[in-house]
């Protein structure tokens, strides 16, 4: 089971906001399909009509006997009533889990288009109440608002009153942003994606440019500028019948050699950053490097051994790496998991899932901390 109710806002969508339209769809995270979005709002004005009934009897009922008048306005306050309490419902249920009865019924979920987290029940009141507000104009203001969604310039399915109150449907039988598991598989296969896609376009030939001639070197053929022209040589008048000799080659002078350059081995450039523990002392990282109360030696990792007295910190806590982009952090399955914290917000690290940590990003990691420089 998944949503909203069930778990935080930090868990549902683990991204780095705003999330863009190309993210969203590297993600895999695609709109409600148009049929299924109709479907879900039938769905939902079916009780609706049902609870309306007895509001179609009260000028009836105005005119009727009095036992037969009180029983039909009874029973269409009874409707009214009922109207009300399912719209609350269904609003608060919108706001909080992104969906109505229909939607569920469906598989369609509304999300907050940038963030992936819920509407909440202000933007949900709002989405409805538009929808409501276009039927001023008689059958004409509904079936535009319904057709909206045909017309996002954003190929997202996203309507008008969607794009009032920063909403977007989606199909969770593509991917459900509120299900931990199932969105961790997303980015790991956006990660995937990602790689193959930059590797696509390395690997994509590039016809090498035309090499620029060196200033004042003259095209082949053509004299360079100032230098005359060799006069042509004079050729002897011959007899009938006889052949001429050919002229014998002119020596030319051998180039000087020149003494070929020692070649000195281009030193191997190595990514490196620097991190600071609570305790003062910096530290420079080159590869990888495991911290904790005792870390246990792996391959080459250095060890790097923290002094804690409460142990909070387990014996092998952190591990940390380099590549070109800078620093990547992992926890070890500690026991009492590591925080990344970006200025005001603070992302659980999962256990063995590597995180990229930036300069000025700090790292909790049980009752210690790093700062990466």
Partial sequence: MSGWSIISEAEAAPEPTPISVARAELLGVRRAPYGRRVLATIIDALPVIVFAIPLWFVPAALSAPDGQGVL???????????????????????????????????????????????IRFGRALGHAALFAAAGVVPVVGTALMALSPLFDPEKRGRGWHDHAVGAWMID??????????????????????????????????????????????????????????????????????????????????????RPAAPTQPAPAATASVRVRLDDGRSLVVTGPTLIGRKPLAEGAAALVAIDDDTRSVSKTHLALHVDAQGLIVTDRGSSNGSVLVRGTREVPLRANVPSRARSGDRIRFGDRSLEVL
């Fill in 72 to 118: 039909l306005v009874v029973l269409a306050a009874v409707g009214l009533l009922l109207m009300v309490i399912y719209a609350l419902l269904q609003v608060g249920s919108h706001g909080r889990r992104g969906q109505t009865f229909g939607k569920q019924m469906m598989r369609l979920r509304t999300i907050r288009a940038t963030t992936f987290r819920p």
């Fill in 172 to 257: 969770l039988r593509a991917v459900d942003p509120t299900d931990p598991v199932a969105f961790e598989n997303a980015r790991g296969r956006a990660r995937v994606r990602s790689v193959s896609l930059a590797n696509a376009a390395r690997a994509t030939p590039q016809a090498p440019a035309a090499p620029a001639p060196a200033p004042g070197a003259a095209a082949p053929g053509v004299p360079a500028p100032g230098v005359p022209a060799p006069a042509p040589r004079p050729v002897p008048s011959l007899a009938p019948g006889v052949a001429p000799t050919p002229a014998a080659p002119v020596p030319q002078p051998a180039a000087p050699a």
